[in-house]
């Protein structure tokens, strides 16, 4: 595999192709921030969090650090100004949803976000995609997956296929980076009935179970 | 059907048409595009063939419904040929007069003509009227000579012409060059060279590549792509053969809206009709090339115009756009090299084919070559479809062609480019239409929506709208998208409803900064309708967050209606219709609008008699207290 030369934070870095500026800098122990980014994952580049400057001919630019391939001579700035205001309004942006997260309030602490500058809205997901990610790259099992887009969208569990599924396996859980409660607690609605439980006559779409009390 | 196996068969197939066709023969064109379809247009159709038939004129007179000529504001538009008479608004009842007077006895009718506003003047060519006499119509002009549904009307008009002088006068190369030449920007928003895309795709070693018709228009306001697809169909089909043939593409796809019917349908009996006649499928004209079309239907999200959130729901996969650090034209569908243009761009592909990159560049600026479609609405007397040399200024499209604001308003603003664009003030307006001029004022190309906007428009609401409109339209995967649309959205609702507070409009402008971060193109130009109008009218906003005020008297939970009680008549009108029961009045009696009450619909400042003009908006100031009881007698 070819060598690349880059420069990262004005260190020169030799890395190889098919890098991205994460891994990079990584091998020069430069940390950039990621909270969707996930090793066993296919590159996403939803939460921008690891956004970083690069100079391409002459241009700056934004771009995500996890997706980002290395190139010749390229010339990357992991903080600046623009970069850490960006990542505080984002962090901000996050924390209105899942104020209590401990990765994001590590990170606000960094970037000197404040958890309370935006209203409440706590849904306390912020659209990283692991769990959804993860169920159907690893697992190949999509049992949960995103519903409806722009603010609307939000992640939910498939019930035909989560009741059979997530059991035994809840390997989403612990990937989830601001509680596992948001995914448990979502999941546990769709785990009724229980595989030995009665089959539920109910065919509305909503996770009640078909018992009546059950639900919200 | 006679397959087209060679170009020689092609050139007698047209001579065969063409001869058929007796240009004296009188011959009845109505508009069959969505607009005039929407005002009847088949109605009308339908009409002069059961007048002609009652007449016996069948067989002495032709009649077509053709594609969109763009006067949309006075449809349904009927041409009568061969002395190109254009009527305007025609309805049903007009048709017997139209028969009897115009082809039988050859006179006209004069109420159905244009009028020219300023001198009263009467147009009877369509090449009189200052709407169409402004313009440079090469593309949008194929669209009024011929029947959507009808290859033989393309093929005599010389359709498939720069197919056939592609596939054996020319070289891939050569095919290449000349739309290198031709410096033909992409009219889908981007403005990005067409030939750079299918340069880099002819060049990726993988041999299955893509060429693909964007026709997912979604600006709100814009349908200069529907009317292309509607009314010449074969055009964006043969400028899409040409790029599969110069690019090595032997597969492509439309991607066209669902909501657009007749595109759908008249695309799919254009590809039936080629592919019957051997202009699609294998060995095209004889020339040994192969090439094949699906047309895949949109769901409906506006995301999915951008390039790769359309790929991947070609894919058939939600329609979310995908970092494109390795180019579309390099890695697309299927990860193979895929074309993307849009329709407007295919079609000049076609012209510039058949009739020279210096032909083509004879329109234009240096920057940005060939013609532009824009639709025109809002504001503005003319609403229609648009087309000028690039390098016009806004101010001529406005005045000239649009003919100005109707109800002697005063202009205030253009929104060009769609959600993605901004506000060009009236300051602004000499500003020549161009890529490059476009994005220096903050604002862009995009795929050529204009919205004109009058004085009674108010600058905050309008990026309010854009923004409400993008909250739902980002797909939701990146946080700089999702999340500040959905912050700026707060701001921009608090400012109209008067709870926007000192330090709003910085807020506003971080967030747009941020914003920058986004996955696509889509996203970083979200904020750019907030940006525009706060560069341009930013004292708007100061007067929204400091006096409570809307300048433009729009804002509704900003505004109140208050009648002037010396200038109220008593004349019932407003107290009659007031669909909230909130005047008091009576006969003799100064009414009175009770604020409580009132819902601010603003039925009663519309019907008030101008002559009296009793009834007036406020903004930023305290409504008058309502005068007492016992004043209210009039003498």
Same mark, same amino acid.
């Given at each position: ?216 | ?98 028969? +009897? ?80 030449? +031709? ?103 004889? +020339? ?348």
């Amino acid at each position: 595999m070819s060598e690349i030369h880059l420069q990262i934070d004005g260190k020169e870095v030799v890395a190889s192709e098919g890098m991205t500026i994460l891994d990079a800098a990584k091998t020069v122990g430069i940390a950039i921030p990621t909270l969707c980014h996930h090793e066993k994952l296919e590159p996403y580049g939803g939460c921008r969090i690891c956004t970083v400057e690069v100079e391409v001919r002459g241009w700056p630019k934004l771009v995500a650090g996890c997706i980002y391939p290395v190139e010749k001579d390229l010339v990357v700035r992991t903080r600046s100004e623009k970069v850490d205001k960006i990542r505080k309004v984002l962090l901000e942006e996050m924390l209105a949803h899942a104020p209590d997260a401990e990765e994001l309030q590590a990170l606000a602490k960094e970037y000197g976000a404040d958890r309370d500058r935006f209203e409440k809205e706590p849904s306390f997901c912020i659209h990283c995609g692991l769990c959804v990610r993860y169920c159907a790259e690893i697992k190949k099992k999509h049992a949960v997956g995103f519903v409806d887009r722009g603010s609307n969208r939000e992640i939910s569990f498939i019930p035909e296929i989560a009741s059979k599924e997530c059991w035994d396996c809840k390997e989403c859980f612990p990937l989830c980076p601001t509680s596992a409660l948001q995914a448990a607690y979502v999941l546990a609605e769709s785990l009724i009935p229980q595989p030995d439980a009665e089959v539920s006559s109910c065919s509305c779409s909503c996770s009640c179970s078909g018992k009546s009390g059950t639900g919200e | 059907m006679t397959m087209l196996s060679s170009p020689e068969k092609l050139e007698c197939a047209r001579k065969d048409i063409v001869s058929r066709i007796d240009p004296t023969k009188p011959c009845i064109s109505v508009c069959a595009g969505a607009g005039c379809l929407a005002s009847g247009a088949a109605e009308v159709i339908a009409a002069f063939k059961t007048e002609l038939e009652f007449h016996g004129l069948t067989t002495e007179v032709n009649t077509k419904g053709t594609g969109c000529p763009g006067f949309c504001e006075r449809g349904p538009i009927v041409m009568i040929y061969p002395e190109e008479i254009c009527y305007l608004r025609v309805k049903p009842e007009d048709v017997a007069e139209i028969v +009897s007077h115009t082809i039988k006895e050859k006179k006209l009718v004069d109420r159905l003509l244009y009028v020219d506003p300023a001198t009263g003047e009467k147009a009877t060519r369509e090449s009189d009227i200052p709407f169409y006499k402004n313009q440079q119509r090469n593309i949008l002009s194929e669209n009024l000579r011929i029947d959507s549904k009808s290859i033989d009307d393309y093929l005599a008009i010389g359709g498939y012409s720069a197919l056939s002088k592609a596939l054996f006068q020319m070289s891939p190369e050569e095919v290449m060059g000349e739309v290198k030449k +031709s410096n033909l920007r992409g009219r889908g928003g981007g403005g990005f060279p067409a030939w750079r895309k299918w340069e880099e795709s002819r060049n990726a070693p993988d041999p299955i590549k893509y060429v693909i018709v964007n026709a997912d228009e979604g600006d709100p306001g814009a349908f200069m792509d529907r009317a292309l697809i509607e009314g010449n169909p074969h055009s964006i089909l043969e400028g899409l053969i040409i790029g599969a043939y110069a690019v090595g593409a032997h597969e492509g796809f439309i991607y066209v809206r669902q909501e657009y019917p007749l595109a759908v349908i008249n695309i799919n009996l254009a590809i039936r009709q080629a592919g019957e006649r051997g202009l699609l499928g294998k060995n095209i004209l004889g +020339s040994g090339f192969d090439f094949t079309v699906k047309v895949h239907m949109g769901a409906g999200a506006f995301v999915c115009g951008e390039s790769s959130a359309l790929m991947t729901a070609l894919e058939g996969r939600a329609g979310e756009p995908r970092p494109k650090y390795i180019h579309t034209a390099v890695k697309g569908v299927w990860d193979h090299p895929s074309v993307l243009n849009n329709v407007e761009t295919w079609a000049n592909v076609t012209q510039i084919i058949s009739k020279g990159a210096d032909w083509f560049t004879q329109f234009g600026t240096k920057g940005s070559t060939g013609t532009k479609i824009f639709s025109l609405v809002g504001k503005i007397t003319n609403t229609g479809l648009v087309e000028v040399p690039m390098g016009v200024t806004l101010r001529d499209i406005i005045e000239k062609v649009g003919g100005g604001i109707p109800g002697g308003k005063q202009f205030k603003a253009v929104q060009t480019g769609g959600p993605s664009g901004g506000c060009i003030p009236e300051a602004q307006l000499d500003l020549p239409v161009d890529f490059d001029e476009l994005t220096k004022a903050g604002s862009m190309m995009g795929s050529g929506g204009m919205i004109v906007m009058d004085e009674d428009t108010c600058m905050v609401d309008i990026a309010r709208y854009f923004l409400d409109f993008l909250k739902d339209e980002s797909c939701g995967k990146c946080t700089p998208c999702r999340e500040g649309i959905r912050q700026m959205l707060k701001v921009l609702t608090n400012i109209t409803t008067g709870k926007g507070k000192e330090g709003d409009v910085e807020l506003l402008e971080e967030l747009a900064e941020s914003t920058g971060a986004a996955l696509c193109a889509l996203g970083k130009s979200a904020p750019n309708p907030v940006l525009s109008t706060i560069r341009y009218f930013r004292e708007e906003y100061e007067a929204h967050i400091r006096q409570k005020k809307c300048p433009a008297l729009s804002c509704k939970e900003l505004i109140a209606f208050h009648i002037d009680p010396d200038k109220c008549k008593a004349c019932g009108t407003c107290f009659r219709q007031c669909p909230a029961e909130a005047i008091d009045g009576g006969k003799k009696r100064i009414h009175v609008i009770d604020q409580e009450k009132c819902t601010k619909c603003g039925t009663c400042f519309d019907v008030c008699p101008p002559r009296f003009g009793a009834v007036r908006k406020i903004s930023g100031e305290p409504v008058p207290a309502p005068i007492p009881e016992e004043q209210r007698a009039m003498a």
